[in-house]
């Protein structure tokens, strides 16, 4: 389309010139093989051009531009009528008074103001700028088109960048909520002397390079937010001991799947923070990821103190959850399911993201026995 717009409008010069060019050849040729008096056709035809010039342009950037373009219709047809009605009068007289002393007198004896004669001229004087006119609208239509190509593309991209800073917004609140709790961990062990305290911070700083660096993609291979789990479940089984019963377990073959980052592991830490460190017995939480036919399933539970929830209120609830709550309405929209089940004694969380919306590549192939982390 850009090759035709330079073609058709850049040189638009060129065009017209060669168009009035081509008019007077086939006027000249066409019509002095007739009586094969070329030259008096010829010089009809440049006498006759002048006018034809102004009637075509004053179409083209009068009425054309200044009424139908801006959909005044009314105005348009009135003041085209009226243009046809003074061009065919114009044309006789042009006619009558000029060509035909010189080359019809015979024709003369007809009175000067005969509308047989003016409606042939209107005809044939509009039929010629019909031409002239439907480039010109062709113009306006392109430019049009990319006028609105333009404003689209625009759009997308205010929209795309305000996404993403929504999404910043969101990831700098999510990883300063994850470092404060690690870091607590880290100072309730450090206090004891644990000698589990370089394992610690060896699992911090893989977490931190994690929220550091992979976070600040747009995806991330899915088996690396898992293996991002399965360091913070470590980091908790330090902290909790022998008291603490979790288990990840992973159904599916995670090659060529992508996931946002920091989707999965709010959950995790959220049945953490707000489950297993409620209670002073033996606790436990299930992770399991798991593949059907259309979605990636994470399901999360956990054990918790056995009271009935209050009524209206969400447990759990916090910016971990919200923002990333936030974060799947933005990335995948109303392509995953969220459903948070508290009952008497457990809470549940099962995220359902379509694979369509996942998968890069490859195939999904479901095993038959999980992958188990304890």
């Not at 009425?63 to 139908?68: E, G, S």
């Not at 977490?207 to 550091?212: A, E, G, Q, R, V």
């Not at 933005?330 to 549940?348: A, C, K, P, Q, V």
């Amino acid at each position: 389309m850009d090759l035709l717009y330079k073609l058709l409008f850049r040189y638009r010069l060129v065009w017209h010139g060669l168009f009035w060019l081509l008019l007077l050849l086939y006027e000249g040729l066409v019509w002095g093989s007739i009586d094969d008096d070329y030259r008096e056709r010829f010089t009809i035809a440049l006498i006759e051009l002048p006018f034809k010039m102004l009637a075509t342009y004053q179409l083209l950037y009068v009425l054309i531009d200044n009424y139908f373009i801006r959909k005044r219709y009314g105005h348009f047809l009135l003041y085209l009528l009226l243009s046809m009605a003074v061009a065919g009068l114009l044309a006789r007289l042009i006619a009558y008074y000029v060509i035909y002393p010189n080359y019809y007198p015979d024709a003369l004896s007809m009175p000067v103001i005969f509308l047989p004669k003016i409606l042939i001229y209107i005809f044939g004087l509009y039929s010629m700028a019909a031409i002239p006119a439907a480039f010109h609208l062709m113009k306006h239509w392109y430019l049009d088109q990319q006028g609105t190509q333009q404003l689209r593309e625009m759009t997308q991209q205010l929209a795309r960048e305000k996404l993403e800073a929504e999404l910043k917004l969101l990831k700098s609140q999510i990883h300063p909520h994850f470092l404060f709790n690690t870091l607590n961990n880290l100072y309730a062990l450090t206090l004891t002397g644990s000698p589990k305290s370089p394992e610690i911070v060896f699992k911090l700083s893989e977490l931190m390079s994690y929220m550091l660096y992979d976070s600040n993609l747009s995806l991330v291979p899915l088996r690396k937010e898992i293996q991002y789990i399965e360091n913070y479940i470590t980091l908790e089984k330090i902290r909790y001991g022998d008291r603490l019963d979790v288990s990840l377990n992973v159904y599916t073959p995670l090659d060529g799947m992508q996931i946002a980052p920091l989707i999965m592991l709010p959950f995790v830490e959220n049945s953490f923070k707000h489950g297993v460190s409620k209670q002073l017995d033996c606790v436990w939480v299930r992770v399991d990821v798991l593949v059907n036919e259309e979605d990636l399933i994470f399901k999360i539970e956990n054990s918790k103190v056995s009271q009935l929830p209050k009524p209206g209120a969400q447990a759990h609830a916090g910016i971990g959850l919200q923002n990333v709550r936030k974060r799947l309405d933005i990335i995948y929209g109303d392509r995953y399911s969220l459903n948070l089940f508290n009952e008497e004694e457990t809470y549940l969380v099962v995220l359902k993201i379509e694979l369509a919306a996942m998968r890069s590549s490859g195939t999904v192939v479901p095993q038959t026995e999980p992958m188990t982390s304890n």
